[in-house]
T-cell receptor
Framework: NAGVMQNPRHLVRRRGQEARLRCSPM?????VYWYRQLPEEGLKFMVY????????ESGMPKERFSAEFPKEGPSILRIQQVVRGDSAAYFC????????????FGPGTRLTVL | EDKVVQSPLSLVVHEGDTVTLNCSYE??????LLWYKQEKKAPTFLFMLTSSGIEKKSGRLSSILDKKELFSILNITATQTGDSAVYLCAPSGGTSYGKLTFGQGTILTVHP
């Protein structure tokens, strides 16, 4: 059973470009969480999605950030017009159900904004 | 605002020592508390605790939750150099219940 997959593992963007981060949950999992880890900081919740639904986006910055989890395909975290402060590791986690099951993390995408 | 405090922030021990890592939390709509190990990559799941006073064990690691005092500990006995990592405590809860709130972590370094 493959684990949570994320790609790309490393992404370099120049200021003003767009970044698209992908997350494929574990087989059978239909809930996805995105977390961000800024340098020298802890992991911070960004958004919680189920297939075709955003359940909680209370941790998402109000502008430039969006997330989706379509019926088919991976979950996408999209950052428009990136700035240097967006440089971080972005992790997704998946779970079978929301609050009663363990969240398993993917390897993360390290975004560097030049 | 949800809050998680881990202590100590860092710990240096020698192989064979026993360590206790602490986690105190304040989280709305608390559901469970999870412990993870992070070694420069993705957090690796260790334990999920939902009930007070019931110890969970996995090899040399064990953990227990106190829901009255809002506290959890992670014990590692007979430490090995491979235990060197950041240990993260993360209660789940919040408005959507499943959201994890992470502490800063405890950096454990085990010397041979």
């Amino acid at each position: 059973n493959a684990g949570v997959m994320q790609n790309p593992r490393h992404l370099v963007r120049r200021r003003g470009q767009e970044a698209r981060l992908r997350c494929s949950p574990m087989k059978g999992h239909s809930h996805v969480y995105w977390y961000r880890q800024l340098p020298e900081e802890g992991l911070k919740f960004m958004v919680y999605l189920q297939k075709e639904n955003i359940i909680d986006e209370s941790g998402m910055p109000k502008e430039r950030f969006s997330a989706e989890f379509p019926k088919e395909g991976p979950s996408i975290l999209r950052i428009q017009q990136v700035v240097r402060g967006d440089s971080a590791a972005y992790f997704c986690a998946s779970t079978l159900q929301s609050s009663y099951n363990e969240q398993f993390f993917g390897p993360g995408t390290r975004l560097t904004v030049l | 605002e949800d809050k998680v405090v881990q202590s100590p922030l860092s710990l240096v021990v020698h192989e064979g020592d026993t360590v206790t890592l602490n986690c105190s939390y304040e989280v709305t709509n608390f559901r469970s508390l999870l412990w993870y190990k992070q070694e420069k990559k993705a957090p690796t799941f260790l334990f999920m605790l939902t009930s007070s006073g019931i110890e969970k064990k996995s090899g040399r690691l064990s953990s227990i939750l106190d829901k009255k005092e809002l506290f959890s500990i992670l014990n590692i006995t007979a430490t090995q150099t491979g235990d060197s990592a950041v240990y993260l405590c993360a209660p789940s809860g919040g408005t959507s219940y499943g959201k994890l709130t992470f502490g800063q972590g405890t950096i454990l370094t085990v010397h041979p």
